[in-house]
C-alpha cells in the first residue's frame, strides 16, 4: 500500500495531508485558498493520486504560509509513500497546454530536490491569490518530496490558464514518475542503489 499521511503543525499552520499513490484521483481539498484548492484538485485528477488536504493558516496576514506549508505536506506524504523507490520509474514529464498556453514539465523523482522555475505570470493576483506564490507550492512540494523538478512555460498569456497548465502538467508527469515498472519491481532505478545524496 503506498499511501502517505502527514501532519503538520505550526504556528502558522495546522495541516493534514494524505496520499495514495495507486488511487484513481479522487480527492477532498480544503485548505481556505479557493484557487490553490482547485489547482490541488487537478493534480490529484490528473497524477490519479488520491488526495485529502485539510489546512487551516494564517489566512488573516496572507496566503503564503498557507501555500507553502501545504506543499510541504503534501510532498512529505508522497515522498512517504515512495518509500526507498523501489520499482518506480522515476522519471516523468509532460506537455500540457490550456487554450492558448503550453507549459513543459519534467521531474526526475531522485529524491536530490531541486526546482528550476521558468513560468512568468502577467497578472499579480489570481482572485485573492498573489501568483508569486505558485513558486512557492513548487518550491515546498518538490523540496518535501525529493523531486528535481522543471517547469518551464513555453508560451500563454491568460495567468488563469499559465498557472493550471503548470498543475496538470506537474501531475501527468508525476503519475509517469511514481508508476510501478514490472520488469524492475524489487530494483531501485539508480546504479548506486539508492536514491538520494550526492551525484
Known sequence: MRQGSVERQTKETRISARVDLDGTGQ????????FLDHM??????????DLEVTAEGDLHIDFHHTTEDVGIAIGEAVSQALGDRRGINRFGSAL???DETLSRITLDASNRPYLVWR???PKAKLGDMDTELFREWFQAFAQAAGLTLHVETLYGENTHHLAESCFKGLARALRQAVALDPRRADEVPSTKGVLGGSL
Not at 480527492?27 to 479557493?34: E, K, M, R, S
Open 119 to 121: 513560468v512568468g505570470m
Open 96 to 98: 500540457s497546454a490550456m
Open 40 to 49: 490541488l484538485e487537478q493534480l490529484s485528477r490528473h497524477s490519479l493520486i
Open 27 to 34: 480527492y477532498n481539498v480544503a485548505t481556505g485558498i479557493g
